[in-house]
DNA sequence: ATAGTGTAAACAATCGATTGTTCAAGTCAA
DNA sequence: TTGACTTGAACAATCGATTGTTTACACTAT
């Protein structure tokens, strides 16, 4: 099975996987009738005995199309791509299995790719429909060849240009965040932000900033420190903020893995969460449940983005028209140990 | 940019992204010479100022060589594939990260896939030159299907078949928790195993329990317990692990997720780490650091297990022979707040 | 002048499928 | 019996590249 031959004008050489020629030849019939009984054209119609000995020879043969000459001669391959910055981030993760379920739903195969987006885009022609790009740092500039070799959709990324994007509200997850802990009743609260270069970390702070206006607390530079979205960023971010003259009675944090450095800086400056500080965080994973305190956060609806993402990019492809849009599944409050009222 | 036309016998047609044969026609040569030029074909030399002129035309045009009609006329893709149970876990992004890189090197792009393998398998054939497989459970069979369609090399799995594999050597990174733990001066030590219709999880099992063996140490069935790979199964099974009527020591969790719900059942059943039980995690990632207490963890060769799982498979591509491998890069035992000398 | 040589570029086959068109053999009705 | 239809299957073009083989031309040496 492994090693089989082919014989070709009367010479045997060594092969690959079976042909659809072979299926023929060894059905008796031409290849384009035997591709059309494999792929049950309603344009015509076999015997049944011809289409259950092709049927048969296939399956023995353990025949598969061969997806290059498919995507050639269709010009379609079927398969889409989402390329994100790095494999380690739970969140992508959560998009990427919406996707992957959605795309399976229409047909597609989804590959997952990370690297350099420009150079990924160039040796991605040909092999796949479209791509969605996850967000990624925004001084990444994005060439002309983005957007221009093939259907493109940015996640949670917003670029001033015809390339289409969804994105998820995060205000709406900062202002649950703000709100729970203000229902606490806490005034000084601090923001660990991600990185300004993000889309999502620019983001995320302007509504913290907005929800705190809104209530007419103060924003103080102080309790706003910015750190990488890792739990090393959130531990250094967090030194910052303690170090201020006042210390706020709450943080919240931009990413589970930025909340559990913050728990780490905290618990390591002798620092009782949530007695001394309350620490609360955007986005949600299992995980959030297992730390020392766990952890209240905010669950976004990451899959649907990936699923979504999908949509969009289908009818893209399909030449349909297709608008911008943010994501309107409410955020789910999932409230734990970590925040609990200021100390009188 | 977005929306040229291409004329073709007359017609002005919409188009997709430029063909070889536009650039050809563009630059009033043939395609093969296009192409020749293109590719620095060493068999045929070009007039310097027709080279520049294809050369010119071809980055004004922005043209991209189809894959597809390259992986059909060359029965090459310079793709791979690594395909994985699911994405949320760290591990597979470290082997898959080593992978990308190894296989970057060699030119391949590398697609990170997950679904179920047999399905995945058959809408693969044609679009990558080979593939690996990532542990799963052992209880999904592999059908005919995988390795008779595309070279093959299975990730930290064994399988008694001609299908090559990859394994890092559990054994030694339970060695080093044990020999550490023993150091420290524990003899009664629990494993939380991983579940056991998967290879590592019994590889891992089996090594702790030899290891023990080897020093004369009791091997207790009440302090080891099975749990799934994640916080939650870790928690689980420490429930069951201290309800014995006498506690081990010292416990080894086979994963970091495990060992995160391992400290969480002890916390929450005001069980002190490591005061009345060390904690130490087989494999180790950053996050281990900043929970509480920080765990002790081994850090195993995953990405070079991606890296090295990448050569085996391009030789396997190439035809060379190869052999199933052992990683043997030594583990590293980092040392955290989570294990100490028993209490006396 | 002519055969020989080398260079630059065109010609043409091929990879493995799909699909519009043509063809051959029955079937049926008049 | 014959012409019109239907049905089942073959024929052949095509997708976009690569690559072995020619061709055309200019130049050189005899």
Same mark, same amino acid.
Request: net charge neutral; proline share 6%.
């Given at each position: 099975?492994?090693?089989?031959?082919?014989?070709?004008?009367?010479?045997?050489?060594?092969?690959?996987?079976?042909?659809?020629?072979?299926?023929?030849?060894?059905?008796?019939?031409?290849?384009?009738?035997?591709?059309?009984?494999? !792929?049950?054209?309603?344009?015509?119609?076999?015997?049944?005995?011809?289409?259950?000995?092709?049927?048969?020879?296939?399956?023995?043969? !353990?025949?598969?199309?061969?997806?290059?000459?498919?995507?050639?001669?269709?010009?379609?391959?079927?398969?889409?791509?989402?390329?994100v910055?790095?494999?380690?981030?739970?969140?992508?993760?959560?998009?990427?299995?919406?996707?992957?379920?959605?795309?399976?739903?229409?047909?597609? $195969?989804?590959? $997952?790719?990370?690297?350099?987006?420009? @150079?990924?885009?160039?040796?991605?022609?040909?092999?796949?429909?479209?791509?969605?790009?996850?967000?990624?740092?925004?001084?990444?500039?994005?060439?002309?060849?983005?957007?221009?070799?093939?259907?493109?959709?940015?996640?949670?990324?917003?670029?001033?240009?015809?390339?289409?994007?969804?994105?998820?509200?995060?205000?709406?997850?900062?202002?649950?965040?703000?709100?729970?802990?203000?229902?606490?009743?806490?005034?000084?609260?601090?923001?660990?932000?991600?990185?300004?270069?993000?889309?999502?970390?620019?983001?995320?702070?302007?509504?913290?900033?907005?929800?705190?206006?809104?209530?007419?607390?103060? $924003?103080?530079?102080?309790?706003?420190a910015?750190?990488?979205?890792?739990?090393?960023?959130?531990?250094?971010?967090?030194?910052?903020?303690?170090?201020?003259?006042?210390?706020?009675?709450?943080?919240i944090?931009?990413?589970v893995?930025?909340a559990?450095?913050?728990?780490?800086?905290?618990?390591?400056?002798?620092?009782d969460?949530?007695?001394?500080?309350?620490?609360?965080?955007?986005?949600?994973?299992?995980?959030?449940?297992?730390?020392?305190?766990?952890?209240?956060?905010?669950?976004?609806?990451?899959?649907?983005?990936?699923a979504?993402?999908v @949509?969009?990019?289908?009818?893209?492809?399909?030449?349909?028209?297709?608008?911008?849009?943010?994501?309107?599944?409410?955020?789910?409050? !999932?409230?734990?140990?970590?925040?609990a009222?200021?100390?009188?």
């Open positions: 099975m492994a090693c089989r031959t082919r014989s070709t004008a009367g010479a045997a050489v060594a092969a690959g996987p079976t042909r659809l020629r072979e299926v023929a030849i060894a059905s008796g019939v031409d290849v384009s009738t035997a591709s059309r009984i494999l !792929n049950n054209d309603p344009n015509q119609s076999a015997r049944p005995e011809t289409r259950e000995r092709v049927l048969e020879v296939a399956r023995r043969l !353990n025949y598969r199309r061969n997806a290059a000459a498919l995507a050639l001669r269709t010009t379609k391959t079927n398969a889409l791509a989402i390329l910055p790095n494999l380690s981030n739970v969140a992508y993760a959560e998009v990427t299995e919406g996707a992957r379920l959605r795309a399976a739903d229409e047909g597609y $195969v989804l590959f $997952v790719v990370s690297g350099t987006p420009s @150079e990924l885009l160039s040796s991605l022609t040909g092999r796949i429909d479209g791509v969605m790009l996850a967000a990624s740092r925004t001084d990444v500039r994005f060439g002309p060849e983005v957007g221009a070799l093939m259907p493109t959709v940015l996640l949670n990324r917003h670029v001033a240009s015809p390339i289409n994007s969804i994105i998820i509200d995060d205000g709406a997850g900062i202002e649950a965040l703000v709100e729970h802990l203000v229902e606490l009743g806490h005034a000084d609260i601090g923001h660990i932000a991600g990185p300004a270069n993000t889309d999502t970390g620019a983001r995320r702070l302007t509504a913290f900033k907005s929800a705190l206006r809104a209530r007419g607390l103060p $924003v103080r530079a102080s309790w706003i910015v750190g990488e979205y890792s739990e090393e960023g959130g531990y250094d971010a967090t030194l910052r903020v303690i170090s201020a003259r006042k210390r706020p009675t709450a943080l944090a931009s990413t893995a930025t559990i450095g913050v728990l780490a800086a905290l618990r390591d400056n002798g620092i969460v949530p007695g001394d500080i309350s620490v609360a965080s955007y986005d949600d994973v299992p995980l959030a449940s297992f730390v020392s305190p766990p952890l209240t956060a905010v669950r976004m609806p990451l899959r649907e983005m990936g979504r993402a @949509e969009v990019l289908l009818n893209l492809i399909d030449g349909l028209p297709v608008e911008n849009e943010v994501l309107q599944a409410p955020p789910v409050l !999932n409230q734990r140990a970590s925040t009222p200021p100390r009188a």
